[in-house]
């Protein structure tokens, strides 16, 4: 069986200054693969290789057995990924069924999420329908990025470093959301530099270093190399 997502020995710069330096990695259906590495290794950059946002400059991108390399984000976005970023955009000014509205509108595709289906998998979001995106707590406006890829009806959903300036609570409530939304079927390629919570998460890992892969292996054999996680991750 081929898998969901491939990349294949993606290299990837800004500019003049290269960051990424042969990444190949696959995700397969119904899985949550993570990258995993310090501050600045490229996880954030091999996200964006993959949605369109900064297209390789060498190496192949499959999704679904397609050549999607090169493609631009919106034809990425309807061929079923959806990216959450990492800086969470959200519009500060309107509510948060606004901001769920302007994300149905803009829908890649056709699907199972509506309005109700994201209420059911967060009902903060519900109780806080009319608040303006500019006055949710850190955790809320997580939920509300997350809610507004999912609005897309993705296949593979792409979430950059989620549980970034989220404290520690919070963060254990966002891990049981995507672990449901891992339980629906969805895949997930996640990026994260807390290894608690992409243990928790990950069937697999990939731990980068400046723009390639150190280490592939099962969440359970990370968690039994000392050497990869004093020396890559530092933990
Ligand atoms: N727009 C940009 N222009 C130039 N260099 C960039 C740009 N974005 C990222 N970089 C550089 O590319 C390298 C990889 O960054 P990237 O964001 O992919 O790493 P990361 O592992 O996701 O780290 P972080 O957790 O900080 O997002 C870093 O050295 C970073 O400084």
Known sequence: MSALLELQDVHAAYGLSRVLFGISIEVNEGECVCLLGRNGVGKTTTMRSVMGLTPPSAGRIRFKSRDITGWPPHRVARAGV???????????????????????????????????????????????????????????????????????????????????????????????????????GLTILLAEQGIEFSLALADRVYVLEKGAVRFAGSSAALRSDRSVLDQLLMV
């Open 82 to 184: 959806g990216f959450v970023p990492e800086d969470r955009r959200i519009f500060a000014e309107l509510s948060v069924w606004e901001n769920l509205d302007v994300a149905r509108r803009a829908a890649a595709r056709p699907g199972r999420w509506t309005i109700e289906a994201i209420v059911d998998l967060f009902p903060v979001l519900g109780k806080l329908h009319d608040r303006q995106g500019g006055f949710l707590s850190g955790g809320e406006q997580q939920m509300l990025t997350i809610a507004r890829t999912l609005m897309g009806n993705p296949e593979l959903l792409l979430l950059d470093e989620p549980s970034e300036g989220l404290a520690p609570l919070v963060v254990e409530a966002l891990l049981a959301k995507v672990g449901e939304l891992k339980a629906q």
